[in-house]
């Protein structure tokens, strides 16, 4: 067994390192992943309105390897009868 330790580096953003959720491997090194609702709602209580917002998150983002995730809401119904069907 390999007793080697992997180590990089992270463009962590301190003022959100709060939304800081996880990370992701790309190509040219691992990403934080901050969640963008949770940044919005924080800038939200400190005054700013959406548009203010975003501005300011792109401005403190600026130079930084990083992806926003987003929650997503699907609709999704399941069928009331079998969609399969087996055939011999």
């Not at 959720?21 to 963008?36: H, M, Q, R, S, T």
């Not at 300011?56 to 699907?74: L, N």
Request: some cysteine; hydrophobic content about 45%; overall charge negative.
């Amino acid at each position: 067994m390999d007793d080697e330790m992997e180590v990089f580096e992270l463009d962590l953003v301190v003022e959100f390192a709060f939304a800081a959720k996880k990370f992701i491997y790309a190509e040219g090194g691992p990403l934080i992943c901050y969640d963008c609702d949770e940044v919005l709602a924080y800038l939200a209580d400190n005054g700013f309105d959406y548009d203010e917002a975003i501005e300011y998150m792109d401005s403190q983002m600026e130079g930084a390897r990083f992806v926003w995730t987003h929650d997503i809401d699907f609709d999704v119904q399941a069928p009331k009868k079998p969609n399969l069907t087996l055939v011999h």
